[in-house]
């Protein structure tokens, strides 16, 4: 049991480190409701939401910076960095997914960034034509010739076994415009939530129920919280997982070409943790399960314990990607989905009704 | 004077909301859910159990799901030409869309139609364009045009002196891949939100046609005509009920509808590419490219979809705003209750106390926001009544969110301003009231 002091000092700790973490910073003003909901509703963009969403932003400059040099160098080394660099990017923007809501899907960031599947044949047609693929042509082209899924495509291939020497110029030329157009949309993700941008989604959290346009009653934000942390769950386990699986068909897989579904998922699950816990990596503050170990301290432990099962159900996994789990380990693909519906349970069941009733206001 | 104004407000007070029609909150009867956030339209009916929950499900994913040019493993037959690539990208958050054309995120499309009647009273396609443009193409595709618009705006003021404005639209088109011989009409159509669709589809028919009115025998200034339509899916003659001229019959062809002229998707009920007999022709023989399993799906996941609860209604203020709602006639059209059929094989919907706001019935809404094309019955100053509940919401799930069939409104001040024809008396009633009762009238209308 850890004294309330050093508990205080704990969480100090974790605000400076975020604080110090974070060039741009993301202090976020208080907002005098000293009450726990109150405090969550600071550290939730404090210490996850702004942290989260610059940690995608500066992956994402990495990711950018990692296809010019490919370019300027086109070695297979280069090309592996790169595509490092993507899932590097990609594991923080799958982590958001845990909490999709507020500007990232008012705004279509989300669509704009992650729209699946690619238009293979649009994409192709493009690649063999002669077209402009300047930044603004790539901002023009449809959702599903941009974001995460046509860039994996050109620099993963089919199979994921691309070599430096099969990257053509034009596939060059379009990935350049790409990467910049995607990190372009995560700077305007950032902005939307940064406390020192006018009009910022930061405030309209801090301000649940005092005054904020977005959530008239406190109870509006943790609603839509808790509803985006199920709602992962099902796009998991439900979709994601499911479609291929059931069809039986690895080309209905998402991120088929750089066999990288099973990290995707995990990551989507962690980032329900995240959510719950105020917390980005490592740091945390006030959090949604300190409010409910506070009233019911056994539906914080049930909660945990199951977010922690969803989580480690992948290594059942033990490596193998999901592309050949479908076919090859049916029966552990099954657990995870289990394991994730019953965590999907728990929160559209007791957790939804904690809220609602401990929430009033 | 004074006591006759007195007793009406008595007599009117009364008739708000008699005890038999249950809780004034629950808008959508059983199907209501107690949602405020942002995806307050888009939850399925709380009735639902077991194998209609997946089909629920199987519509939901398929709604937000982007769909590719064919061939493709899956989600495939978008276009040749279309406007937009998923359902989501029009009805963001399953509410009211974007009223700009042509861009990604773009929820307004146009109606294009000759003059005239075709041989079932309704719109008479253009040679190589048909009933609706599609100002999006695949890669390599031309599309049919460009629609722009502009707005001219304009400050007015209410009786007190206060001021607001109103911006009107001008729609054109350039960049036509082939031109269009003699005049032709023009109806931009915004995209509506989803919610309560399936309780307003069960509402028995002699129930709209009894609230008709057709000569004004009540003498209220208000008429009110059903729309009849042309049923492809059924090839047969039925109520209009759904889309802004309630030229649509059925959820059903509602939605195979949108799937064909707007996403270029072809499915059993409209086998034929929107672009068949033109150049964008894709000439694959894969139609109908999404099977029968998905339509019904998505067909029913509109049906499904519950009706967020109004909030706030004992609040002195919001029951004002009412009365004053009742009082400026609003209600004459925006009807507050319909009850649905008994329906023995849909308990969910079946014999359930609604509160849309709506008649179902076409109203002449005046000059300003005619668009003068008939479509069946609905003639070019004629719209159908809105449905208002979930209208405070829209802001919140629609942030901003737009007002009216063309989205023209930013503002709910300015969609009741726009209100003209049989609602003139209604808007004159709200331009005269004190800023108080304005605000009151506003104030009721962001708890539906």
């Given at each position: 049991m850890i004294s309330m002091k050093n508990r205080i000092i704990t969480l100090f700790g974790a605000v400076a480190l975020v604080a110090a973490g974070c060039s741009k910073g993301t202090k976020v003003a208080p907002n005098n409701d000293a009450t726990l909901e109150g405090q969550i509703l600071v550290d939730f963009p404090a210490n996850l939401a702004n942290p989260n969403y610059l940690d995608i932003e500066t992956k994402a400059g990495i990711m950018k910076d990692a296809i010019t040099a490919f370019i300027a160098t086109p070695t297979d080394a280069n090309l592996k960095a790169a595509q490092d660099a993507w899932k590097n990017t990609r594991a923080a923007w799958e982590s958001c997914e845990g909490y999709l809501f507020g500007p990232v899907e008012d705004f279509n960031y989300d669509p704009t960034m992650d729209t699946w599947p690619v238009?293979?044949?649009?994409?192709?047609?493009?690649?063999?034509?002669?077209?402009?693929?300047?930044?603004?042509?790539?901002?023009?082209?449809?959702?599903?010739?941009?974001?995460?899924?046509?860039?994996?495509?050109?620099?993963?291939?089919?199979?994921?076994?691309?070599?430096?020497?099969?990257?053509?110029?034009?596939?060059?030329?379009?990935?350049?415009?790409?990467?910049?157009?995607?990190?372009?949309?995560?700077?305007?993700?950032?902005?939307?939530?940064?406390?020192?941008?006018?009009?910022?989604?930061?405030?309209?959290?801090?301000?649940?129920?005092?005054?904020?346009?977005?959530?008239?009653?406190?109870?509006?934000?943790?609603?839509?919280?808790?509803?985006?942390?199920?709602?992962?769950?099902?796009?998991?386990?439900?979709?994601?997982?499911?479609?291929?699986?059931?069809?039986?068909?690895?080309?209905?897989?998402?991120?088929?070409?750089?066999?990288?579904?099973?990290?995707?998922?995990?990551?989507?699950?962690?980032?329900?943790?995240?959510?719950?816990?105020?917390?980005?990596?490592?740091?945390?503050?006030?959090?949604?399960?300190?409010?409910?170990?506070?009233?019911?301290?056994?539906?914080?432990?049930?909660?945990?314990?199951q977010m922690a099962a969803a989580v480690a159900a992948f290594s059942l996994l033990n490596g193998t990607t999901f592309e050949k789990a479908i076919y090859d380990n049916k029966d552990k693909v099954t657990q995870i989905q289990a394991a994730i519906h019953t965590l999907q349970a728990t929160l559209e069941g007791d957790l939804t009704t904690f809220v609602e009733t401990n929430i009033k206001d | 004077m004074v006591l006759a104004v007195v007793v009406l407000v008595k007599c009117q007070k009364s008739a708000v909301f008699p005890e038999e029609q249950y809780d004034d909150r629950l808008s959508g009867g059983d199907e209501t859910v107690f949602s405020a956030t942002s995806t307050a339209f888009g939850n399925m009916f709380p009735g639902l159990t077991g194998y209609d929950i997946h089909v629920h499900q199987l519509g939901d994913a398929v709604f937000g799901q982007t769909f590719v040019t064919a061939p493709a493993p899956i989600h495939n037959g978008l276009g040749t030409i279309f406007n937009n690539t998923s359902c989501t990208n029009c009805h963001h958050n399953d509410g009211i869309g974007l009223p700009t054309a042509g861009e990604l995120q773009s929820s307004l499309l146009m109606r294009i139609s000759l003059p005239g009647e075709d041989a079932h009273g309704g719109p008479v396609p253009v040679p190589s364009y048909g009933v609706q443009l599609q100002d999006k193409a695949v890669f390599g595709k031309q599309p049919e045009c460009k629609v722009n618009i502009s707005y001219d705006y304009k400050t007015y003021s209410f009786a007190d002196g206060e001021t607001y404005e109103l911006r009107s639209p001008t729609y054109t088109?350039?960049?036509?891949?082939?031109?269009?011989?003699?005049?032709?009409?023009?109806?931009?159509?915004?995209?509506?939100?989803?919610?309560?669709?399936?309780?307003?589809?069960?509402?028995?028919?002699?129930?709209?046609?009894?609230?008709?009115?057709?000569?004004?025998?009540?003498?209220?200034?208000?008429?009110?005509?059903?729309?009849?339509?042309?049923?492809?899916?059924?090839?047969?003659?039925?109520?209009?009920?759904?889309?802004?001229?309630?030229?649509?019959?059925?959820?059903?062809?509602?939605?195979?509808?949108?799937?064909?002229?707007?996403?270029?998707?072809?499915?059993?009920?409209?086998?034929?590419?929107?672009?068949?007999?033109?150049?964008?022709?894709?000439?694959?023989?894969?139609?109908?490219?999404?099977?029968?399993?998905?339509?019904?799906?998505?067909?029913?996941?509109?049906?499904?979809?519950?009706?967020?609860?109004?909030?706030?209604?004992?609040?002195?203020?919001?029951?004002?705003?009412?009365?004053?709602?009742?009082?400026?006639?609003?209600?004459?059209?925006?009807?507050?209750?319909?009850?649905?059929?008994?329906?023995?094989?849909?308990?969910?919907?079946?014999?359930?106390?609604?509160?849309?706001?709506?008649?179902?019935?076409?109203?002449?809404?005046?000059?300003?926001?005619?668009?003068?094309?008939?479509?069946?019955?609905?003639?070019?100053?004629?719209?159908?009544?809105?449905?208002?509940?979930?209208?405070?919401?829209?802001?919140?799930?629609?942030?901003?969110?737009?007002?009216?069939?063309?989205?023209?409104?930013?503002?709910?001040?300015?969609?009741?301003?726009?209100?003209?024809?049989?609602?003139?008396?209604?808007?004159?009633?709200?331009?005269?009231?004190?800023?108080?009762?304005?605000?009151?009238?506003?104030?009721?209308?962001?708890?539906?």
């Open positions: 238009n293979k044949v649009d994409l192709d047609a493009v690649l063999a034509s002669s077209s402009a693929l300047t930044v603004s042509d790539i901002d023009n082209l449809e959702f599903s010739l941009k974001g995460f899924h046509a860039i994996e495509y050109v620099i993963f291939g089919v199979g994921g076994s691309k070599k430096a020497a099969q990257v053509t110029d034009r596939e060059k030329t379009y990935l350049a415009s790409l990467t910049q157009s995607l990190y372009n949309t995560t700077k305007q993700l950032v902005n939307s939530w940064d406390p020192s941008q006018s009009g910022n989604f930061t405030v309209q959290v801090t301000t649940a129920g005092k005054g904020s346009a977005r959530f008239a009653k406190r109870v509006d934000f943790f609603k839509a919280l808790v509803g985006s942390m199920a709602d992962i769950c099902g796009e998991v386990a439900d979709s994601k997982m499911h479609d291929p699986f059931a069809a039986q068909d690895s080309t209905l897989d998402e991120s088929q070409f750089s066999h990288n579904s099973v990290t995707d998922f995990t990551n989507n699950i962690k980032g329900i943790s995240n959510a719950y816990l105020s917390s980005y990596n490592g740091a945390s503050g006030h959090s949604l399960s300190e409010l409910v170990k506070s009233k019911n301290a056994s539906l914080d432990a049930k909660l945990q314990t | 088109l350039s960049n036509l891949y082939t031109p269009i011989s003699g005049s032709y009409l023009l109806s931009p159509r915004l995209a509506p939100p989803m919610f309560g669709l399936g309780l307003l589809e069960a509402v028995p028919e002699s129930e709209i046609t009894a609230l008709q009115d057709a000569n004004d025998a009540n003498g209220d200034g208000i008429k009110g005509r059903a729309n009849y339509v042309w049923d492809g899916a059924t090839n047969s003659r039925k109520l209009g009920r759904f889309g802004w001229k309630a030229n649509t019959a059925s959820i059903l062809s509602q939605v195979a509808g949108a799937f064909n002229q707007d996403m270029g998707i072809t499915t059993s009920v409209m086998p034929v590419e929107n672009s068949f007999g033109q150049a964008q022709y894709d000439g694959l023989k894969d139609d109908p490219e999404l099977p029968d399993s998905l339509l019904n799906a998505v067909k029913f996941y509109a049906q499904t979809l519950g009706v967020p609860a109004r909030r706030n209604t004992t609040d002195a203020t919001i029951k004002r705003g009412l009365q004053l709602f009742v009082l400026a006639k609003c209600v004459n059209c925006h009807k507050q209750t319909l009850t649905t059929g008994v329906n023995i094989a849909m308990p969910a919907m079946s014999n359930q106390v609604i509160h849309p706001y709506t008649d179902m019935l076409l109203h002449d809404m005046g000059p300003g926001l005619a668009d003068n094309r008939p479509d069946f019955l609905a003639g070019g100053r004629d719209w159908r009544t809105a449905a208002l509940w979930g209208v405070g919401l829209f802001e919140i799930v629609n942030n901003p969110g737009y007002y009216l069939h063309d989205g023209r409104a930013r503002t709910l001040t300015e969609a009741i301003m726009w209100h003209g024809g049989e609602a003139s008396q209604s808007t004159a009633y709200f331009s005269n009231l004190p800023k108080s009762d304005r605000d009151a009238v506003l104030k009721f209308l962001k708890s539906l």
